[in-house]
């Protein structure tokens, strides 16, 4: 018994050593061609794919590769790096990564290719990432957490949409005795909500990035994450 355990804890480690070889030399062995966008978004996410598994040293290494190569392309780079920021920096991504996201970021401060202001709002949405991540303290504008288990949910009250998903959310049973907490991101006039703790920040820029919102996390009672970011239909 001890020796298969031994055998497959050695075929896992082989597996995660070949795929993170994979990841470390994706951008050695694949070219940049935006000549059909689709194509190579579709490659780009297969690489996301990859990467978002791989350790923290060969996810490095292959953003490193991958914008060593856009340098030579400026309209590559701002192409490319949309698709870094919408893949690895985006709340609701499989393939969110915050290594990865950081790496980039840096590349785009010293590579020469952005101006200062150009990297000021990767720098804002790397701080933000950085925030309500699971199992450390929770950061909620506005709102004083009370010691009870709270549902967050970021989205614009003036939605119609988003109102019936927070009203289906306010009638589940799974969240009945749970502290329900709306955080307005909209400009709108604000439709009727019941059960739910309304509250419109001042800094909520500085916290979420409202523009994937509607999405919820979970506080729990000692005011740590208990569960990042999730669109309601996750819920």
Known sequence: M?????????????????????????????????????????????????????????????????????????????????????????????????????????????????????????????????????????TVPGVSLDGRRTLVAVADLGCHSCIEALDSLATDGKWAEVRRVAISCGHSPEFPLLGWERVLPENIRDVFDIRFAPFCFVVSADGTVESSYKSISEL
């Open 2 to 138: 001890m020796r298969r355990l031994a055998v497959i804890l050695l075929l896992m480690v082989t597996l995660a050593g070949c795929r993170d070889a994979r990841v470390r030399n994706f951008w050695l062995t694949h070219d940049i061609d935006y000549s059909e966008v689709d194509s190579a978004r579709s490659q780009f996410i297969d690489y996301a794919a990859l990467a978002s598994l791989a350790d923290t040293c060969a996810a490095r290494a292959s953003i490193d590769r991958l914008y060593d190569k856009l340098k030579k392309d400026e309209v590559a780079y701002y192409l490319y790096t949309e698709w870094v920021e919408g893949i690895f920096n985006h709340p609701l991504s499989p393939y969110r990564s915050e290594t990865i996201f950081s790496q980039a970021v840096e590349r785009m401060e010293t590579d020469g290719i952005f101006s200062e202001d150009e990297c000021l709002p990767y720098r804002q949405r790397l701080a933000r990432m950085r925030l309500n991540r699971e199992g450390e303290k929770a």
